[in-house]
């Protein structure tokens, strides 16, 4: 059997691991149960995958995004490792087949969402499966103390009675004490086992400064920092006026949201990646899965909902290890803004009561049906047909699918895809009694391998240039052969999916939990009130600050944040203090000079220490005011 070294070479092409990878993965291989805390790009991939390489079997990998999903299961295809992800836009004939590829194939790596973990399918083919490793990424979601609580999560734990011998490895970039004792309860540990690696970045100078004119100051910080950057907001239109105020001065930026088509998205991401691009200008759907070393800088235009989001977006800079500089814009309004935010995101009862009615009728679900039935869910449409708020829209959403009602996919770009469902010989029927299908079948059976067996994407428009088809006429030809059962044919869509998990019942017999009501409210109100404390916090280390949140308080000061750099200015060295006084008498020496000038004449050493050496010069009284209110020597 390869040694853990030599996977890592063989696959990733490195010969040595970073800091805690080799023992988390020598506890992975002895069987044990833990969880890995390590920080935004400190490789945790690498620890569940390069132990499930040595083991005999398939490695569960749960994640709570499609889009990671999909970027991790390229990534390890491209390495020549076999792995499939399976999500909520896909429908049931295509897990089926998937999952059966698990039992049956040689896939080393199954990612899936705690939802799809729920549904029986999957429960009943893991017992065929031989689960070598159960991998929970994201875990802080199973923690009503982290700050993105998912309900699907707490059902991980009853993979146990499925898999009572698979050691679970539970890994998380941003989890307090608290939400720590937490995964490991939640997750049943048979015994605590954490590996920690310290959440300080000796590389990244933070800083939060406090303008009113922010777009001058991003466009300061774009000028004095080389190097790419990214530029968080917090909506959507920001992020193209804020990019084309930045391209209006001569910088290479660009904008990135969720709302934009994945073609698009791929095109700007990739742009960024490689350089053609120097700034992003994003909400935070930008950055999960990116491995991008070189981000010099990171500037958040407005304040985030939590320590934990921006320290794991801030710690998007400088993964390189060189210098970085994470920065905070922040004012008074955007205090207020951001209570405002946390208020709207706890509509009444009766409001999500209402949302959860006009879902039901919006899809024309019986009461005690739509189990497991799933839809391409379009929130601005949904509103508009009921006359709704799309943000109170989307918190009550949240809290239906926090009671276990539905479950909400991230939007995510699903390709069409088919699969023969007649026979070859039933087929050959049908050409002949379907002449004007004939070449059209062919030209799928030339096109595509494999398709009586498993489903195969597609690329419509590639598709109707090949068939010397129209987009809508090659549509209609595929739906007909879907029709008369020939093929199985789901077209591509871009939408979020929602599902009912549970029957609907009539909207009066909700029963939303206050317990868990005011206890998330409580939540997000400290989770406030700590981001708040250290953008207005003057007197204290800003790493100092943000690893004290995460229970690290034994750690020296940066001496290169923001804070820090006004205390370093404030202590005047004796050194200091003989070099700018020698300079300060030279100057004075030729002739009188008011402050102002004397002060501009000193510049190689900061404005507060150049006072602060004239203020003591009048105390030892080697300096006086003449009659014209200029300084000069006391002779």
Known sequence: MSTSHEILNKYWGFSSFRPLQEDIINSVLLGKDCLALLPTGGGKSICFQVPALMMDGICIVVSPLIALMKDQVENLTSRGIKAISINSSMHRQEIDIALDNCVHGNIKFLYLSPERLETEIVKARLLKMKVCLVAIDESHCISQWGY???????????????????????????????????????LLFKKQ????KSYERTNIAYAVLNVDDKLARLLKIANNIQGSGIVY???????????????????????YHAGLDTKTRDQKQNDWINNKT????????????????????VVHMDITDSIEAYFQEAGRAGRDERKAYAVMLFNSSDKLELQHNVEMGFPDIEEIKKTYQALANYYQIATGAGVGVKFDFDLSSFCDAYKLQAITTHN?????????????SDSFFQPARFKMAMNREDLYKFQITNESYDLFIKLLLRSYSGI?????????????RKANLSLENLIKRLNYLHQHQVITYFPHTELPQLTFTHERIDAKEIRISKENYFLLMKRATEKMEAIIAYAESSHKCRSQLLLAYFGENNVSRCFHCDVCLVEKRKILHTDEYERTSLQIKQLLSLHPLDLKTLVDSITDIHEDKTLHTIQLMYDNKLLITNEDNKICLND
């Open 452 to 464: 009586f067996d498993n489903f195969v994407k597609i690329n419509e428009y590639d598709l109707a």
């Open 396 to 408: 009550c959403l949240k809290f239906i699918e926090r009671e276990g009602f539905i479950a909400l």
């Open 233 to 255: 907001v917090r909506n959507r239109k920001k992020t193209k006026d804020i990019a084309n105020y930045l391209i209006s001065h001569r910088i290479s930026a660009d904008f």
């Open 193 to 196: 086992n954490v590996f920690q």
């Open 148 to 186: 993105d609580f998912r309900p699907s999560y707490l059902k991980l734990a009853e993979l146990r009675e499925l898999l009572p011998t698979v050691p679970f490895l539970a890994l998380t970039a941003t989890a307090n004490k608290e939400v720590v004792i937490d995964i490991q309860k939640k």
């Open 278 to 297: 120097r700034i992003i200008v994003c909400t935070n759907a930008f950055g999960m899965g990116i491995d991008k070393p070189d981000v010099r800088f």
